[in-house]
């Protein structure tokens, strides 16, 4: 009776779900966690604009080695992960454990792509980055530089 009772409410709670199959990226895979982060980053002005999600596809494909056929599902499980998030500790611890000082730099530095993306500096998406950097042990210094070198290269676009 009992295994009747756990089978009808794991059929339930199955209803409506398109996909049951297990995710791709594990929750402490730093490319989901380097993706939620860069998610996080552009919609924190409330709207993602085709420019800053285009933008977010093709470093995920050239940064992070991810193919084509992994692309959306990275995606959705970014979305979704940072959807969940109370804060950014999970994604950033990972990173802090995960990744090496030079990798974590250059997440920055991504991280301020995705906010020149749609071609405006917002000041959540900067609070973003900077607090990211903090977490995962970016110095100032490096942050900054980052920013710089990634606002000449949009200015010059």
Request: aromatic content about 6%; glycine content about 2%.
């Amino acid at each position: 009776m009992l295994q009747s009772i756990k089978k009808f409410i794991k059929d339930i709670s199955s209803i409506g779900k398109e996909d049951d199959s297990p995710p791709l990226f594990d929750p402490t895979d730093k490319k989901l966690a380097a993706a939620a982060l860069m998610f996080h980053v552009i919609a924190a002005d409330g709207v993602v604009q085709e420019e800053e999600e285009t933008k977010l596809r093709s470093i995920l494909c050239t940064h992070y080695d991810v193919d084509d056929a992994d692309i959306d599902k990275l995606l959705e499980q970014a979305r979704m992960a940072d959807s969940e998030a109370v804060d950014l500790y999970a994604f950033t611890s990972t990173l802090k454990s995960h990744a090496s000082n030079d990798e974590r730099i250059l997440l920055i530095e991504d991280l301020w792509e995705m906010v020149f993306a749609d071609g405006e500096l917002h000041e959540f998406e900067d609070n973003i980055v900077w607090r990211v950097a903090e977490l995962i042990a970016v110095s100032p210094q490096d942050r900054m530089a980052m920013k710089q070198r990634v606002q000449k290269r949009h200015s010059s676009e």
